[in-house]
């Protein structure tokens, strides 16, 4: 069955969609089958594979609110085994339409069952709040992987993070684990990132990714083009820091896979 990792932190901009996005895209070039579900109304997940969040063919708001199975809506990127579940601002009546809904928690876990067989990884984009639909993914989950940038005001909302996560353990989900803390956004130069980085790694320990996604251009540059980094450009210092968290990721679950490995499937792309 596929492992279901939800990235989440309510603070925007911390590199949350960039990360499901590339290590989605990572983990396809490694010859994983991925599922990207893009819970987030923004829907830049969506674009950012280069899917049309508006075309015709369904999105998560007909699986959560009209019942549509997944299955149905799911949509092909350019990476062949990486396919994406899209997203768009109808998402944002679903927080709304699910509030009376039975087991209203349990939506999304109870529409992805019926797909986990079909896929070795399952990334979960959270949109950017601790609202129901960050809820459903976080009891959808089996992780949660954080990504922090590496600045004062994103320690001070990680605290109501883990509190959200212990509860859904609590209430909801006892199985949900935290499968790591990414730090990105990071410039070495800057002598505050190395201290939020110094104390992020010394409360999280080994949960912390030794990868730290750096400050790039490239890497900000790739979604208006609607391609993940790997296939914008491999060269870039977020595809080689995107590659590194991905063979991390895979070696803490016994896979193990190299760097020219990932550099060749996204070249033949």
Known sequence: MARIIAISNQKGGVGKTTTAVNLGACLAAAEQRVLLVDMDPQGNA????????????GSLYDVLVHDEPIRNIVRQTELSTLHVAPSNTDLVGAEVELTSALAREHVLADKIEAVESDYDWIIIDCAPSLGLLTVNA???????????????????GLGELTRTIRL???RLNPRLVLEGVLLTLYDGRNR???QVAADVQRHFGDKVFETIIPRNVRLGEAPSFGKPIILYDIDAKGAQAYMGL???????????VSRQTLTNAALSA
Do not use: C, F, W
């Open 246 to 256: 991905t063979r991390e990721l895979l070696a803490r679950h016994g896979i193990q």
């Open 192 to 194: 505050l990132n190395q």
């Open 46 to 57: 969506t674009s950012g594979l280069g899917v049309d969040k508006h075309s015709d063919g």
């Open 138 to 156: 976080l009891t959808a989950a089996d992780a949660v992987l954080i990504p922090l940038q590496t600045e004062y005001y994103a320690l001070e």
């Open 168 to 170: 859904i353990q609590r």
